[in-house]
């Protein structure tokens, strides 16, 4: 499952002029890296070239909706596009690529070897940078994000060859690929707001349900888009909620004995299970906003926040992320 890039210039709309100057003043260039500049310029190069803004973006935008400065969330909006650099590094050995977004994947310009150890080296920069903050809750967020990516990609991995694979199975992966990394977005704000346990259970689901219909949407632009990537998963033997379905209605079934299927390239049933995966993604966009509303209420019970502006720019990037097909 590879998520692809959603550049800010198509979020202008929803953009307020504060949160594009904190988007554009963030700066994510290690070519001059403290121990070894040489990790940071590949990095630079690849996996954090380009407009890849929309965590940070819906870090601000939660940050706005909590009443926390744009100075005071700008590190660690910073910190979650760098882990997702590093899953990026990660991803582009696992799935053997040789392009990214059109360009020359990481471990193409390096090798597999230094590829893995750049993400490494990221990932250590990020749980460093957050410890000198000081503030211990937001290490043990970030560590648990950390390692539910690592899970995601081992439970990936299973599924190729499990005999029982269930939707389940499908979304567990997205909800810990995708969906944890969102999940900081939200649950970020809510500890430096220092608001109580109800506002952090709900931000945290609030992007892991995010994440989960981001990368179902993705799962079906990767039988859409033409930029180099489309058909990754085919060609990884990833099932990814599309293949998913497709191969279940072909079968007659809810369930895929992997152990036995050769083909996972879906023919006349794709429609069909595009649409049965756009149903999902619904579903999560419903209860995304609903978790919105909630937030929102208390919000100004508690504290007589809650400012229409923010919860209207969330509500729309909720739109937007699950309605890019």
Same mark, same amino acid.
């Given at each position: 499952?590879?998520?692809? %890039? ?82 990026? #590094?990660? *991803? *582009?050995?696992?799935? $053997? ?12 310009? #390096?090798? $597999? ?50 005999? *029982? ?21 939200? #649950? ?20 892991? #349900? ?6 179902? %949407? ?17 060609? $990884?033997?990833?099932? $990814? ?18 152990? %036995? ?46 400012? %229409? ?17």
């Amino acid at each position: 499952m590879r998520v692809s %890039t959603v550049s800010i210039s198509s979020l202008a709309q929803i953009l307020s002029p504060e949160l594009s100057q904190s988007i554009q003043r963030l700066d994510f260039s290690l070519d001059t890296w403290q121990r070894n500049p040489r990790i940071g310029d590949l990095l630079g190069k690849t996996v954090l070239s380009g407009g890849k803004r929309l965590r940070p973006l819906m870090t601000f935008m939660m940050a706005d909706f909590f009443g926390i400065a744009h100075d005071q969330i700008e590190p660690y909006g910073r910190m979650i596009e760098l882990v997702h650099a590093s899953t990026l #590094a990660h *991803d *582009d050995v696992v799935d $053997n690529a040789d392009l990214r977004r059109g360009e020359p994947s990481i471990n193409a310009i #390096a090798t $597999n070897k230094k590829a893995v150890l750049a993400g490494d080296y990221l990932l250590a920069y990020v749980l460093q940078e957050i410890a000198r903050s000081g503030r211990n809750d937001l290490v043990i967020e970030m560590a648990s994000i950390i390692a539910d990516l690592a899970e995601g990609e081992w439970l990936q991995i299973e599924n190729s060859e499990k005999p *029982d694979l269930s939707w389940q199975d499908i979304e567990l992966v997205a909800l810990k690929k995708t969906g944890s990394v969102l999940r900081w977005c939200c #649950a970020a704000p809510v500890l430096l707001a220092e608001l109580n346990e109800s506002f952090l259970l709900r931000a945290r689901r609030l992007g892991e #349900a995010i994440g989960i219909a981001f990368q179902l %949407t993705d799962d079906i632009l990767d039988f859409k888009r033409r930029d180099g990537s489309e058909g990754a998963d085919l060609k $990884n033997r990833v099932v $990814n909620a599309v293949i998913f379905e497709a191969l279940c209605l072909e079968q007659g079934r809810d369930q895929l004995d992997m152990t %036995t299927i050769q083909l996972i390239e879906p023919r006349e049933t794709l429609e069909a299970a595009i649409q049965k995966v756009r149903g999902r993604v619904d579903q999560l966009v419903a209860e995304a906003q609903g978790l919105l509303l909630e937030l929102a209420s208390e919000l100004k019970a508690q504290r007589g926040l809650g400012e %229409t502006a923010p919860l209207a720019s969330l509500q729309s990037l909720v739109y937007f992320l699950a309605q890019r097909i």
